[in-house]
């Protein structure tokens, strides 16, 4: 079987329902988005690890659109609890109500037919 | 000790046209057009151009295409694309290259027809890890990062909004600027503008313009046979850490922070040496981050160091004195726009006006000024400093 590149692996974990990261066996930093290689050690040590799931809204706007195009919508910066950031959104709420500091915990839903990782409020999580 | 390339290089030309709108015209009439008026403000025939620097959003490989135009068969041609930033790492490398004696005559040049040809066009393929997520770049990203500024330093939109207050007030000196008749700007007028993307409204965005424009550099000896004063290229430094938001390591603070202690370390001056500075405001936020990083104010202190005018007309300190990218013009990738409003800025004290402005539009005494460029998303940061033959 061929050996998956890291964006492939990336999907192909999510297909399955999986949000993976990587991690480095050397220094034990965790990496995202997935790469060859830890930024700056360029170590090719990365092995995919599942995340907590846990996360923080580090910044977010909200997408101003007329409502015939679809409406406003949000996306969010999240910052999972082990450091990387991750591009997303923020569902189960308005836009308006998503704040930077705003606990959120992740999981693997569908965005136009394409598995994605999106987020909700981490007390709606339990 | 100097750097080896302080001062070396410096400009003798420079051409803005097709500034707002250009109809019937295109992106390499701009260019070729920007590049021989440049020329006959220096002085030097196009014969003699043997570095070609170019770059935009419709030409894959603009320096070609340029030279072909106009032909030209250079030494080096250089396309590299780095963003709205590219023409202040053209302008680092053109003199690297003029002082290994590669080259003689560059010619740096931008030409976009974005306005007339139906709106923004971006530059960018689409991001792996963003583009579901239907980010509407380049102002999502910019967004995102003013969010967060916002909410951790307590800055208000209203504190934000003195920033394009201050550039359309600019932008009435300016005959050459977009708005220069569209009257003031008021926080209000900035706050109420329709919401884009928060927290960034209508005017807290850019203008969408066409635009083109060049500069000529020479080695320091050939530029006292020119036409106009020469303005030299004092220090510049080039930095960036990321290409999407989503990796930018901090979103409060650039690689601006960098490529300014460079271009400071080699022009052997600080912030404090600065009489104008010219900084890339895609959005109001850029000029906020940028007085920061490029050392002007402490970290989060930017709406206080701005308050009650400070870089207004008649501030304390000039900045961005063309209108900016917020006010004057902006067709896509407004780098070469920032540094040649430095240029002139310094031109204007050695030789005169060199165009028409109202009372104030020109700095009297203006001799170092800084020209700071921006490109992707917060991304490449560019810090270029000029100065008046006597600095060097």
Known sequence: MTELGPEAQYRAFLAEGRFMIQKSRGSGAYVFYPRVAEPVTGARDLEWVAPSGAGTVYATTINRQRPEKGGDYNIAMIELEEGPRIMSKVTGMAPEEVKVGLRVAAYVGELDGAPAVLFQKAEDAA | ?392
Not at chain 2, 16 to 26: D, F, H, I, N
Not at chain 2, 104 to 114: F, L
């Open chain 2, 1 to 392: 000790m100097n750097h080896a390339l302080r001062g070396k290089a410096a400009c003798v030309g420079v051409a803005l046209t097709g500034m707002g709108e250009a109809p019937g015209r295109s992106a390499i009439d701009l260019m070729a057009n920007a590049v021989l008026d440049a020329l006959e403000d220096a002085g030097i025939p196009l014969a003699d151009v043997d570095g070609v620097f170019a770059a935009n959003a419709v030409h894959a490989m603009a320096s070609m295409s340029l030279s072909e135009h106009l032909g030209i068969v250079p030494v080096i041609s250089d396309n590299s694309n780095i963003g709205g930033s590219s023409f202040m790492q053209h302008a680092l490398l053109a003199a690297t290259a003029l002082e290994a004696g590669l080259i003689n005559v560059a010619v740096i040049a931008y030409g976009s027809t974005q306005r007339s040809a139906g709106g923004f066009r971006a530059v960018s393929e689409p991001l792996p890890y963003e583009t579901q997520f239907k980010p509407r770049n380049p102002i999502t990203s910019y967004a995102l990062a003013a969010s967060h500024y916002l909410d951790r330093f307590g800055v208000t939109r209203e504190q934000m909004a003195q920033v394009p207050v201050a550039a359309r007030a600019w932008a009435n000196l300016n005959p050459q600027a977009f708005m220069y008749d569209k009257g003031p700007l008021t926080i209000e007028d900035v706050v109420a503008a329709r919401m884009i993307s928060d927290p960034l409204g209508k005017l807290d965005c850019c203008l969408v313009t066409d635009g083109g424009a060049a500069i000529v550099m020479t080695r320091a000896d050939r530029a006292k046979d020119t036409r106009h004063s020469p303005v030299h290229l004092l220090g510049a430094g080039v930095a960036h850490n990321h290409r999407m938001i989503s990796a930018m390591p901090d979103f409060a603070v650039t690689s601006a922070a960098i490529s300014g202690a460079r271009a400071y370390e080699m022009a052997g001056l600080t912030a404090a040496d600065m009489d104008s500075v010219q900084l890339y405001d895609a959005f109001s936020i850029n000029t906020l981050l940028f007085l920061e990083d490029l050392g002007f104010c402490e970290k989060g202190e930017a709406v206080r160091f701005i308050a009650n005018g400070h870089i207004a007309p008649g501030g304390g300190l000039p900045v961005n004195t063309n209108g900016g990218g917020l006010s004057c013009v902006h067709p896509g990738m407004y780098g070469l726009f920032v540094m040649i409003e430095a240029i002139s800025q310094i031109r204007a004290t050695l030789d005169g006006a060199p165009q028409p402005r109202d009372e104030g539009g020109w700095v009297p005494d203006t001799k170092i000024a800084l020209a700071h460029g921006n490109g992707g998303v917060l991304s490449a940061q560019v810090t270029t400093i000029w100065c008046a033959p006597e600095t060097v």
